[in-house]
């Protein structure tokens, strides 16, 4: 694999990583968000990953370049709790309000996920930099 190959794959991870740091982000701010309507609550995001190893030459896959992709962000529906709580002036007629039903925990074991993810991808940058500054000094004797 190229150094322009190494960086392509740990930029692309690096940036894919961003978006799910931001996914996060979105989800832990609007944790405590409530609606009077199942449909009007936020809905928690989670990014899809993907590797694009299919659409490669097969030069560029034989050297293990296989950028990662965000394919998209999705929208979670499952995770909407109704609780009753007829004293909320956002409670709907039958005294029920919807929660996001997002998991704090869990948002914030896959924050620090991303970002060990995310500073892996940073030295694996460093030491390919350290190894081309290497192979510049062995021209200087």
């Known amino acids: ?10 930029g692309s991870a690096m940036t894919a990583q961003t978006i799910r740091l ?9 944790a405590d968000s409530v ?19 299919n659409s490669l030459s097969t030069d560029a896959a034989q050297q293990g370049l296989v950028p990662v992709k965000i394919a998209d962000v999705v929208e979670i ?24 039903g997002i998991n704090v925990v869990n948002e914030m074991a896959d924050m620090m996920s991303s970002t060990r993810s ?12 350290s190894m081309q500054q290497s192979l510049m000094r062995i021209w200087e004797i």
Request: proline letters at 7%; hydrophobic letters at 30%.
């Open 1 to 10: 694999m190229s150094f322009s190959g190494i960086f392509e794959t740990s």
């Open 22 to 30: 931001n996914t996060i982000s979105s989800n832990l701010a609007n």
């Open 35 to 53: 609606a009077s309507n199942p449909n009007d609550v936020y809905k928690p995001l989670k990014p899809v990953f993907s590797s694009v190893f």
């Open 77 to 100: 529906d499952g995770m909407t709790q109704s609780r009753y709580e007829p004293g909320n002036p956002l409670a709907n007629e039958q005294g029920y309000v919807y929660h996001t």
């Open 118 to 129: 995310f500073e892996a991808n940073v030295e694996v940058m460093t030491n390919v930099k």
